[in-house]
DNA sequence: ACCTGAACACCGTTCAAGT
DNA sequence: ACCTGAACACCGTTCAAGT
């Protein structure tokens, strides 16, 4: 036995996080494995199904002891940002499978349905526009990669980590759907 | 002259609509403005502004005339699923300018910066779900043709249009939203 | 069961050259 | 200004054949 199917997703998983989702070609996966690319056919129909079940990995035990929807959605957001591009992979897998993903059924019985679905499309909307800008930020860097001494004369203002400030943009925006919901389904006090 | 700029677009939107993202080529455009494929790069640098032109233009005019939050993101909403794939093709290019694209803007004017953002994404991940889904349903009906004449002793209760299940599914998350800004910045009744 | 080798039908992009 | 022709370095997938 040379490579198992698990073997073919860590190593596309790595795959990923080296190259970024569009470096992720069947080509590359077996290369990293020393294979040939057909043998990946073997373990895999085809390249969505790979995807598929790398999404899956990445959201693997996410929200399993999460008691409420936000700690839920942070912990999601963390697990897809953990790796390059792991946002669009996930929500490209997710899409297909909307009304049918594990993730969304775990989070129905915290926020119900509807609040599940719009929780879950916020929640994978802001971490793959993180991860978009983090990439360009990252490529701005590159291609201007010296510090700006000049404008250096406003001390702490002036450098506002952009990090944080996507952090802090998901959570108001996970505060507003939050405040919605309970409008709609106000907290039960039996 | 042979071709402008807008001829290239057009005929981009016409190869979306006709194939899909997957199918939308430089080379099928080329083909569909009769001309080599090179030619095509004296219009656009690369296939990505080729894509953000194409999303603008997608969005064109929309929330122009919207008064209040909810019929903008209808608005939006209908000029993406107007064309096969097109809330891929918007999401993709929003996510690399949000914060900066002109659409979000005119709906910061609406609902605030957060309010905003979140309303954007969630209609994108919505209707990016919906096409998905649309077309994972046309390739079913495609796969399976014939009218399931069976099991059709339940009369009306039992075939839901799933386009209006989605319609629906927005409309409930939409609420939800707009309950937590309204719960955020209460209407104001000066 | 797992893989090789070779092939098929494609891609995006570049570049010299034409008009 | 707009385009051709040819090339480069890639893709995903299939399939017969090997072990």
Redesign the interface.
Known sequence: MRNSLSDVVAAALRVLDAQGLEGCSMRRVAAQLDVQPSALYHHVPDKQTLLALMADDIVRGVGESAREPREFCVELRDAMLAVRDGADVV?TA???R?GASQIEDRLAELAGP??A??L???T???A??TQ??VQ?AALGALLAPARPAISAAAPSTAAPDPAADLDA?FG??L??????????APTRRD
Request: neutral net charge; proline residues 0%; glycine residues 12%.
């Open positions: 929500a997710a899409a297909f909307l509807d609040g679905r719009t879950l499309l916020y994978f909307g802001h793959q526009s978009t800008h360009a943009s108001r925006g505060d507003i759907i939050l405040a919605g919901l309970a409008a709609f």
